[in-house]
C-alpha cells in the first residue's frame, strides 16, 4: 500500500486469549467530536499530533454505512458532489452493512490524500472531519496534505507510542515463539 515501515521491539509479551470487546473498549467512536477524541487519546498518553497522524491510517480501508450515515443525512457541512456520491451507496434507512472508502481518492494507497480529503470537507467519518477544525490539530492536518515526509514520521513516532501504551510484564502473557499462534 506503499506506507511507511518501523521497527518493533521484541520480546513483547503477547496475550494468551483475545477479545473483540476489550480489543474494542478504548477505541474512540466514528462519530466522536474533536473535545472526546482528544480525551481519550490524552488518557492512553497520547497528544494532538498523535491523533491526527494515527488518523491518517484511514487513508485505506473502508467505513460501514451504520457510521457515517447520521453524518450524510442531517445537514453536515460536506462537498456536495462527495455528499451525493455517499448518499447514493449508503440510503437513509437499512444498507447497514453497505461500505465506502475513507479515503475516497486514494483508496488503496497509504498517502495523505486523506488529509487533502478533511481540508475539502470530504472526511467520511465525524470524528475525522473534526480534525481540521481543532486549534491543536489543523496545522498538522494541512501540514500532512503538503508534506509526505512529515506525515510518515509522525505516524511511525506515533504507532510506537501506541504499541507501548500498558504492555504485558512479568507472567502476564507469553512472548510468543510464532507471533500467529500461542505457544
Known amino acids: 500500500m506503499g506506507g511507511p515501515s518501523w521497527s518493533v521491539q521484541l520480546g513483547r509479551r503477547d496475550s494468551r486469549t483475545a477479545s473483540k470487546d476489550a480489543a474494542n473498549h478504548n477505541l474512540p467512536s466514528p462519530a466522536a467530536y474533536l473535545a472526546a477524541l482528544l480525551t481519550n487519546f490524552q488518557s492512553e498518553g497520547l497528544d494532538a499530533q498523535d491523533l491526527v497522524a494515527l488518523s491518517g491510517a484511514h487513508t485505506i480501508g473502508l467505513a460501514q454505512c451504520r457510521f457515517f450515515r447520521n453524518r450524510i443525512y442531517n445537514g453536515a457541512s460536506m ?25 475516497g481518492l486514494t483508496p488503496m494507497s497509504f498517502d495523505t490524500a486523506y488529509y487533502a480529503n478533511l481540508l475539502l470537507n470530504r ?61
Not at 91 to 100: I, K, Q, S
Request: aromatic share 4%; net charge negative.
Open 123 to 183: 472526511g467520511l467519518l465525524p470524528s475525522d472531519q473534526a480534525l481540521p477544525d481543532g486549534d491543536l490539530t489543523s496545522r498538522a492536518v494541512g501540514q500532512y496534505s503538503l508534506v509526505p515526509l512529515l506525515f510518515s514520521l509522525d505516524f511511525t513516532r506515533a504507532m510506537v507510542k501506541l504499541g507501548n501504551i500498558s504492555p504485558l510484564t512479568g507472567t502476564e502473557g507469553e512472548i510468543r515463539q510464532n507471533c500467529r499462534k500461542i505457544n
Open 79 to 103: 462537498n456536495p458532489l462527495f455528499l451525493s456520491s455517499l448518499q447514493s451507496s449508503c440510503p437513509a434507512a437499512g444498507g447497514d452493512d453497505n461500505t465506502a472508502p475513507l479515503d
